[in-house]
């Protein structure tokens, strides 16, 4: 499997401006996170899915900030509109149940800077 | 609410030292706790998950404790190597949500 994957690896964009990041889950998986890592805060779960439905998205920072997962191999994250203390790198993970255990694969993550 | 601490927040080794990291934390009905690496400018690399149940796990060079009664887990590295310089998180996991602590940078001397 090519494990979870991203796009873009990096975004630049102008503050106001609407943001879009892609994450595809490793096959088979049925939960996807959200994460966000900052050198202040480190790394912080904003959402997490559970086959397909959003189950807690009580890390989601603000109204600006969506979430969506059409099916079970695709989740975007959205920041509109895009300001600079959002910049910050973006990370999906993914994960599935068996024997009790969950552990979680993260992607290689998005660098997003908002100018 | 977990927290989760990780001191010191950085080290470096001469080659061929053993390395021990550390890891607290305060919810001790903690689910899982789950040991990563990242790599400057990269993702995290999941080293080794111990469920509430266990009290250690093993891969290779790497063993890592938990001992959910005084909030700890540690993380030991056997024989050190330049390779093994990275930054090392660990989360601790309540039902299915991780919490990080703030992680280990290290650096192995050749």
């Known amino acids: 499997d090519a494990g979870v994957i991203q796009s873009p690896r990096h975004e630049v964009t102008e503050m106001g401006q609407e943001v879009t990041l892609r994450c595809k889950p490793i096959?088979?998986?049925?939960?996807l996170f959200w994460y966000r890592q900052t050198m202040m805060r480190g790394l912080e779960l904003l959402i997490y899915?559970?086959?397909?439905?959003?189950?807690?998205d009580s890390g989601m920072p603000e109204d600006r900030f969506s979430a969506k997962m059409p099916n079970a191999s695709f989740s975007t994250l959205k920041i509109q509109p895009s300001e600079p203390r959002d910049s910050a790198v973006y990370f999906c993970?993914?994960?599935?149940?068996?024997?009790?255990?969950?552990?979680?694969?993260f992607g290689p993550g998005t660098r997003l800077t908002v100018l | 609410k977990q927290e989760v601490t990780q001191i010191p927040a950085a080290l470096s080794v001469p080659e061929g030292e053993n390395l021990v990291l550390n890891c607290s934390f305060t919810?001790?009905?903690?689910?899982?706790l789950q040991w990563f690496r990242q790599d400057p400018g990269k993702g995290l690399t999941s080293l080794l998950l111990?469920?509430?149940?266990?009290r250690e796990q093993t891969s290779g060079r790497l063993n890592a404790s938990l001992d959910k009664s005084s909030g700890r887990s540690t993380l030991y590295i056997a024989a050190s190597q330049p390779g093994d310089s990275a930054t090392y998180l660990c989360?601790?996991?309540?039902?299915?949500?991780?919490?990080f602590g703030g992680g280990t940078r290290v650096l192995v001397k050749p």
């Open positions: 899915f559970n086959n397909n439905v959003p189950i807690d």
């Open positions: 111990i469920q509430s149940s266990q």
């Open positions: 993970a993914s994960s599935f149940i068996v024997g009790g255990s969950n552990e979680q694969f």
């Open positions: 989360a601790g996991a309540a039902g299915n949500k991780l919490t």
């Open positions: 096959s088979g998986h049925d939960y």
């Open positions: 919810d001790s009905a903690i689910y899982n």
